[in-house]
Structures are given as structure tokens and as C-alpha cells.
């Protein structure tokens, strides 16, 4: 199970830290990341882990957000600064599972997803 957090409207250019809760799930051995998905558009890969630890970052958000986990807490986070109203969309944390790898962005990769949590920037 997937359980975001920390959703909500803000202003451009603030600030939002989103969390994601994984329970069953032998959490770290798995690709696992962050996808959003715009109003009419379709769902892309914004920030995720592969499952050797390398970080992979959308060109459209590098430099402004920050993604990092907990294995302890087995919390996966997102830190988004400089928010644009472009990043309003329903962010999802998702976690690969055995199936094909089609990229680390490419959300045909993650085979489990949270419920989402929308981040609206006005």
C-alpha cells in the first residue's frame, strides 16, 4: 500500500513537501517514484529512484524539486520548490514491481500506485 500526503494550493513560487507512506512491500529493492498527471493530460514521471539508488529528474522539474527517502520510516518524499502553476496535476507515488522496464519516467513502468494527493499552484 501507497499513502501520499502533503498535497495542497499554494502560490507560485512556494513550496510544498509531499510524503509517501509504503507498507508491504520490501520497500528499497524496488524503482519508485514520483508521477503526476496534469487535467487532460497524460500521466509523467517527475522524480524517482532506480533500484541501484540513482536519482532520475524530468527536465521540466530539475533544479527545483528534490526527491529522497527514509528506509527506516519506509517514506519516499518529494520536495518541490519554485512551484509554477505548470506543476498543478494529482502527484502519485509508484513502485515498480517485475514487470517490463520501459524507463524510470515512463509511468508504464510502475505496476503499483498510490491514490494521489493535488498540487495546485496558482
Known amino acids: 500500500q501507497l499513502v501520499e500526503s502533503g498535497g495542497g494550493s499554494v502560490q507560485a513560487g512556494g513550496s510544498l513537501r509531499l510524503s509517501c507512506a509504503a507498507s508491504g512491500y520490501t520497500y528499497d529493492i524496488y524503482c519508485m517514484g514520483w508521477v503526476r498527471q496534469a487535467p487532460g493530460k497524460e500521466r509523467e514521471g517527475v522524480a524517482t529512484?532506480?533500484?541501484?539508488?540513482?536519482?532520475t529528474y524530468a527536465d521540466s522539474v530539475k533544479g527545483r524539486f528534490t526527491i529522497s527517502k527514509d528506509n527506516v520510516k519506509n517514506t519516499l518524499y518529494l520536495v518541490m520548490n519554485a512551484l509554477e502553476p505548470e506543476d498543478t496535476a494529482m502527484y502519485y507515488c509508484?513502485?515498480?514491481?517485475?514487470?517490463?522496464?520501459?524507463?524510470?519516467?515512463?509511468?508504464?513502468?510502475?505496476?503499483?500506485w498510490g491514490q494521489g494527493t493535488q498540487v495546485t499552484v496558482s
Open positions: 509508484a513502485m515498480a514491481g517485475t514487470g517490463f522496464f520501459y524507463g524510470l519516467l515512463d509511468p508504464r513502468t510502475y505496476e503499483y
Open positions: 529512484y532506480g533500484s541501484g539508488g540513482s536519482i
